[in-house]
């Protein structure tokens, strides 16, 4: 069998963590704290590294903010990258603070010189860069060409970077290429993989809106491209609580079982069969699993004859009838438990795998 793309990338290591070169794809989010206020983005960070992170990207966005963020990667459980715009200088202040990876769109940091004084202070710094190319700040000599598509200027744009930094022997590199659009996203990508096989991407959809929206954009768009084999790195951007994110990446990932982090529940929709309260049975189970470690899968069916059956390939799980639940374990039925006592013995079972 031929390898998947992102078997073909070449690695690069950002911290302790690699990306691309086969590597479980990365999840990563970034904090909406002042970087100048350290203790809180702190906290944030060691949230999102909680909530799944492996990397965590910080604003640098003043000189006042550098010291802050020295101590934020000095204390951090996670590698940091330094997100910089505009000002070359600060993202040389930034890697030797301490971070792990910039983050540069080089098409706003000004000159080819500026950026490859930014590349050098990489280089000597052994911190990784990642090109993010952006839909809606394209080089202007790009972003007014008719004669090319949104993923074509997308694309083009990419190229011309990657091939600049290779040029300076730099190939610490990873790429973005975000659109808001899905199918922009989509076409971007299958591009980029094509024309540039060796070089990681980081995939996301960018400002694709409120929890609702934006898990849908980022499932359907990161989903397609990870299951066909694209895509080293993740971000699902929302507008919320960035702790939100890294549960919908790694719901994405499971799903498509590239990686695992806890269980997954399956539940039925319920139906005119169903005897019990099985909207907040399953809500219940949901919240006790979210202190559960365990890569299992735990099924909520709301239908004894049928539940076990739809449900065997589960580690454990419950059909329930008439005030009634029948735990079985691989579609084998072990016990039956009064509707009150569902959870706890759905519990006790998950407890002995």
Not at 182 to 198: A, G, K, N, Q
Request: glycine letters at 10%; hydrophobic letters at 40%; proline letters at 6%.
């Amino acid at each position: 069998m031929a390898p998947c793309a992102r078997e073909l990338t070449r690695p690069v290591m950002v911290g302790d963590v690699q990306i691309g070169g086969g590597a479980p794809v990365v999840v990563q989010s970034m904090t909406c704290t002042p970087t100048t206020d350290a203790a809180s983005t702190l906290a944030q960070v060691r949230a999102l590294a909680e909530a799944g992170c492996d990397i965590v990207r910080v604003s640098v966005p003043t000189k006042e903010a550098l010291g802050p963020f020295g101590a934020i990667c000095r204390e951090s459980p996670v590698p940091i990258v330094a997100d910089i715009h505009f000002d070359y200088r600060l993202a040389i202040g930034a890697v030797q603070a301490g971070a792990a990876k910039l983050r540069i769109n080089p098409g706003n940091i000004g000159d080819w010189d500026r950026v490859d004084a930014v590349i050098d202070a990489a280089g000597e710094a052994g911190a990784a860069i990642r090109i993010g190319v952006n839909a809606g700040s394209l080089d202007r000599t790009i972003a007014e060409r008719d004669d090319l598509t949104q993923p074509e200027k997308l694309v083009a744009s990419s190229l011309e970077f990657i091939e600049h930094f290779e040029k300076r022997g730099f190939a610490d590199i990873v790429l973005s290429a975000k659109a808001h659009s899905v199918l922009t996203t989509l076409d971007t990508y299958r591009s980029l993989s094509r024309e540039i096989p060796h070089v990681p991407l980081h995939l996301g959809v960018t400002e694709a809106g409120t929890v609702q929206q934006g898990t849908i954009k980022s499932s359907v768009g990161l989903g397609i491209l990870l299951s066909e084999g694209i895509g080293d790195t993740m971000r699902v951007s929302l507008t919320a609580d960035p702790v939100e994110e890294p549960p919908v990446c790694w719901g994405i990932l499971s799903a498509l079982g590239l990686r695992r982090r806890g269980p997954e529940l399956v539940s039925c929709p319920t139906c005119g069969r169903t005897q019990v309260d099985l909207i907040g049975l399953a809500e219940r189970v949901s919240d006790r699993l979210k202190t559960c470690d365990k890569p299992i899968s735990v099924a909520v069916m709301g239908c004894v004859v049928n539940g076990p059956g739809e449900a065997s390939d589960a580690d454990v799980g419950v059909a329930c009838g008439r005030g009634v639940g029948m735990v079985f374990r691989h579609g084998e039925v072990i016990r039956k438990v009064p509707e009150a006592q569902i959870v706890d013995a759905l519990m006790e079972e998950i407890d002995k795998l």
